[in-house]
Structures are given as structure tokens and as C-alpha cells.
């Protein structure tokens, strides 16, 4: 029967990692129609720093490389990240196992089910799959399936969730930044007025300050402005609040998850290598590094070394700082802003 015969050499081609055979076997119409949604979808994903994982997958670096993929190509990257690596043993144990248990068959479409054997925890087990075939120009052809629909259906609706509440914002309402209080699920309402301003879209929020305010949307951190607007591409694995014109962020360098500093464009200004970071008071800033504090400038130069345990913000020239000894006993102080110690009584 034809439908057994292309069920089977599909199945063959995928476990033997033939995805030449395999993209001759699918319905080209469906990869097609399948390929445009991905990059819509993508597209769409890239406005809150969603696609750069999504990208490494299919070895690129932007979407513009996506896009010029032929259909061929984009089957043949989804191919290369579902294959099952089996060997040439199990391969034949597959292949020898497999058994239809049921056609649904109708005129140009039909199902078929059938159960494999599949090596798991070195135990064989019986497992149950499905393929949908579709009967065109006189030849029957497997319809795509990648296992990524879900996920992109999910991207999708959280986005134009996003979008549809965004239209819904007051921002006319807005008197000073300051008048800005987060509330549930987490939009931001007037303090003064209790007036929703910007509907409730993002995960996390931060406060407003300097006309941005850092803000959650999916996984990523960016910043807003006044108008609801991204001011800042969500980018960030976590983000602080604006002071002095710069805010402290999260990113992953060189596979750790260190912090640096970004201006209102959104560019680093100060590199990304310091394990915890404070806000900018005067004109300094706490940084720690290898479990030790200490306080750069807006430049990045080191001030005040990295020598103590604790330390708070700078106000009025002075801050507080604390050292331990091996006993865990620490000691206080009150430095000024050339590192100049000075204990406290």
C-alpha cells in the first residue's frame, strides 16, 4: 500500500538522519506556510529580546540570516535539532519494530498510527506515535510536524496579550513620575488618583526613575518610558532602576551571570564584570567583587578598593562601610569618597 510505503521510508530517512530523503517525503505547501509563521513569530519574539536563544538553535546570528533561508534549508535546521541520535544496532531494532496499528484513511488525508520501540534508561519500551500524510498530485506526503508549535503559539498569544493591553493605557493621566505605583499582575496606577495608567503585562517591575522604569516582559528585563513605550529592548536577566544616568544590569559574560552599567540608549558604559552592584550616589558607586566591596566612578575606575564586607550608599560625601576578622567580628566604619577611613565611636 502506498501509505505504508511512504510512512516507512520517512521513518527510515528520519532515525537514519537522511534529511534529504526526509524533506522529499513532506508536503512542501505545509513547510512553507509553517516557515512564514516562524518568522512572523519571530520577528515578533526579537522586539523583547526573545530570539537569541530561538537563533543559536539554527546556528545563526540574526533574524535577516532566517529569512533567507530557503524552505529547504529552515526544514532541514528544524531536522538537524529534533534527530534522535541512535546507533547502527538500534536503528534496526526501530526500524524492525515498527508496526501500524491503524490507518485512518480518507480520500487525500489520512493518519496513521503505529508503535516503535524506543531505548530508555537501557530498557526497551513501546511507544505510540502518529503521522498525518496528505494525498498530492497523485503522491502521498507527510505533513510537518516540529514539536515547536506550542511554544510558538504561546510566544504569540503572550504578545499580542501585551500589545491588545498596552492599547488600553492612560498615559494622559500622567502628572510626575513619582505618582507611579505598581500594582497586581503588574501594571502601574496613580498614587494620588488610583487611575490605571499602564494596564498589568509585565512579570516584574521596577519603579520609575530618571523616565524609565525597568520591566519584566516574558523572561527579560528592558525599561519603559512615560508613554508606555520600550525605551530599552528587553535584553537584561535582571535590571536596576536609573541613578545619575546610569542603571546597574544582569547579563550573562563569557557564561557567568555578571552585572555592569548601561545609559538611557541602552548602552554599556561600564563593563559587565562585577558580582553585585548598588546604585550611583554621588557621583560613586558599590561594586563587589570575589566577595569583597568596594566603589567605582562613572568611568569605571576603580576608587575604593575591594576590601570590605559591607557597604551602603554614599549620602552627603560619607557612607558606611564594615570589615570582618577571622572571628566573624566586624568592625565599622564611615569612609569618604577617597577611600579615607575613619572608625566610628
Known amino acids: 500500500m502506498e501509505i505504508e510505503t511512504v510512512f516507512i521510508e520517512y521513518l527510515k530517512a528520519f532515525y537514519s ?43 545563526l546570528d540574526s533574524l535577516d540570516q532566517l529569512t533567507k533561508l530557503s524552505s529547504k534549508e529552515f526544514t532541514i535546521s528544524i531536522l538537524e535539532i529534533a534527530k534522535v541520535e541512535v546507533g547502527e544496532q538500534e536503528f534496526n531494532k526501530i526500524i524492525k519494530g515498527i508496526k501500524i496499528s491503524n490507518i485512518e484513511n480518507a480520500t487525500f488525508i489520512s493518519k496513521v ?116 513605550e520600550l525605551a530599552i529592548k528587553p535584553q537584561f536577566i535582571y535590571a536596576n532602576e536609573f541613578s545619575e544616568k546610569l542603571a546597574s544590569v544582569k547579563i550573562l559574560n563569557k557564561g557567568e551571570e555578571k552585572w555592569g552599567f548601561i545609559d538611557k540608549k541602552g548602552d554599556f558604559k561600564i563593563e559587565a564584570i562585577y558580582d553585585e552592584t548598588r546604585n550611583f550616589k554621588d557621583g560613586l558607586c558599590a561594586v563587589k567583587c570575589n566577595e569583597k566591596w568596594g566603589f567605582i566612578n562613572k568611568k569605571g575606575d576603580l576608587i575604593i578598593p575591594f576590601e570590605f564586607d559591607y557597604v551602603e550608599d554614599f549620602s552627603y560625601g560619607t557612607a558606611f562601610a564594615e570589615i570582618e576578622n577571622e572571628d566573624f567580628e566586624s568592625t565599622r566604619f564611615l569612609i569618604d569618597k ?7 565611636e
Not at 526526509?22 to 529580546?49: P, R, T
Request: hydrophobic share 40%; charged share 35%.
Open 17 to 59: 538522519k537522511n534529511f534529504e530523503k526526509v524533506y522529499s517525503l513532506l508536503y512542501e505547501e505545509d513547510i512553507e506556510i509553517f516557515y512564514q509563521k516562524v518568522i512572523e513569530i519571530a520577528k515578533k519574539m526579537d522586539e523583547f529580546g526573545e530570539t537569541d536563544l530561538f537563533l543559536k538553535k539554527f546556528n
Open 113 to 228: 498510527h503505529y508503535d516503535y520501540p524506543i531505548k530508555l534508561y537501557d530498557k526497551w519500551i513501546v511507544s505510540q506515535g502518529c503521522v498525518e500524510m496528505i494525498k498530492t498530485n497523485g503522491l502521498w506526503k507527510i505533513l510537518f510536524k516540529s514539536g515547536m508549535e506550542t511554544g510558538f503559539n504561546r510566544f504569540h498569544d503572550e504578545i499580542d496579550r501585551f500589545h491588545s493591553l498596552k492599547l488600553k493605557d492612560n498615559v494622559a493621566a500622567i502628572k510626575h513620575e513619582g505618582d507611579l505605583v505598581k500594582f497586581t499582575n503588574i501594571g502601574f496606577k496613580d498614587l494620588t488618583t488610583g487611575k490605571i495608567i499602564f494596564e498589568p503585562r509585565f512579570k516584574d517591575a521596577g519603579d520609575f526613575s530618571e523616565g524609565l522604569a525597568a520591566v519584566q516582559i516574558i523572561k527579560k528585563y528592558g525599561y519603559i518610558n512615560l508613554k508606555g
Open 338 to 344: 577617597k577611600g579615607k577611613i575613619k572608625e566610628m
